[in-house]
């Protein structure tokens, strides 16, 4: 290991504000791993925290160092440490200290409030890691801790997908392509609404079934392309009103996956509609690390390949987060 190892992190509010700062290597206590980062990815939920948003609930503390997925080599192990050895190639877990079934309520977060990640060097506690998968590199391994582990929970953990059925996905985000990729892998029927063209071109390519404008009346285009069943699962990434839009896009029993907050963290639909679909409405918050173990087999097995926007130098981060900012198809990676 080095001496030295840097962070970027922020002063005051606003991801303009990011600086790198070199810092000494960190060392492991007991229980935990120091992890030689070496590819970082950016969600939405980084430039809330970045920006202090105040509908999230959670204010980050300065001096601040945002993002939460890493992909790394572990680099020095604490006393008591047998879950791994230097030389592993681990992820995070998003969820710190949740390993199965019910959240606890001590669980911390990676990139706030638990250690950010856009760093050369991170300490995680031991049991907040788990194997990369074995068929992807470095940058595409950053991708899966949230965005992928928040579209796997959401339709297999949760909702229990099967061949057949049919899978309403808002937008072209990271959740919402590796929302398309497992619907394709488990057999079912992917329909995308975007407002862009060219995007809806994208996911057609990648084997949506069908890719539909916002600006039309896709609620009656779901009805009728499922033969009036209506949407069997929806991943919510929008928020607002558009839940309520969903919902009368949706089969009787669906499952709805309640997950982004682009329209606000206010959401409404019809009760009267809800009543009668019989709908599931979940929040989703991303998952547990048995979950995520099972999505990196699956990712493995079935030689799943990330959809990376753009990647970006460890020098040019505050270019990742401004590319993040005016959206991306796919996910935005940053290299160590």
């Known amino acids: 290991m080095t001496d030295t190892s840097f962070r970027w992190q922020i002063s005051k509010y606003g991801h303009q504000n990011l600086q790198r700062v070199q810092v000494p290597v960190p060392q492991p206590g007991p229980g935990q791993i120091v992890v030689r980062v070496e590819a970082v990815s950016l969600n939405y939920r980084d430039l809330l925290l970045t920006g202090n948003d105040k509908d999230y609930g959670w204010s980050a503390p300065l001096p601040f160092v945002p993002a939460s997925d890493l992909a790394g080599t572990v680099s ?3 006393p008591g440490v047998n879950r791994w050895t230097p030389g592993d190639r681990v992820i995070n877990t998003f969820q710190g200290g949740w390993i199965d079934g019910m959240r606890p309520v001590d669980v911390l977060p990676m990139g706030g409030p638990g250690p950010g990640a856009l760093a050369s060097h991170v300490v995680l506690d031991a049991q907040w890691a788990s194997a990369a998968p074995a068929t992807l590199d470095a940058a595409q391994a950053s991708t899966l801790p949230c965005a ?19 899978v309403l996905i808002h937008g072209t985000g990271g959740v919402s392509l590796f929302g ?28 949506a079934s069908h890719a539909l404008s916002r600006h039309d009346d896709w609620i009656t285009q779901v009805r009728e392309l499922t033969g009036g069943r209506g949407a069997d699962h929806v991943l919510e990434t929008v928020g607002g009103a558009n839940l309520g839009r969903s919902m009368k ?10 997950i982004g907050v682009l329209a606000g963290s206010e959401f409404a ?17 991303v998952g547990h690390r048995r979950a995520l173990e099972s999505m990196v087999r699956a990712v493995d097995v079935n030689s799943l390949q990330p959809v990376i926007a753009a990647e970006y130098g460890a020098d040019d981060v505050p270019a990742a987060f401004r590319h993040l900012e005016r959206g991306a198809f796919g996910k935005v990676v940053v290299r160590f």
């Open 76 to 78: 020095a192990v604490g």
């Open 249 to 258: 896009a949706s089969a009787q029993g669906a499952h709805i996956s309640v």
């Open 180 to 207: 398309l990729q497992f619907a394709r892998m488990h057999g079912a029927r992917a329909i995308v609404v975007s407002s862009a063209e060219h995007k809806r071109t994208q996911v057609l390519a990648m084997g």
């Open 269 to 285: 639909g019809s009760a009267y509609v809800a009543i009668g679909t019989r709908v599931t409405i979940k929040g989703i918050a």
């Open 148 to 166: 992928a582990l928040t579209a796997w929970s959401a339709l297999v953990e949760e909702g229990h997908l099967h061949a057949g059925q049919t």
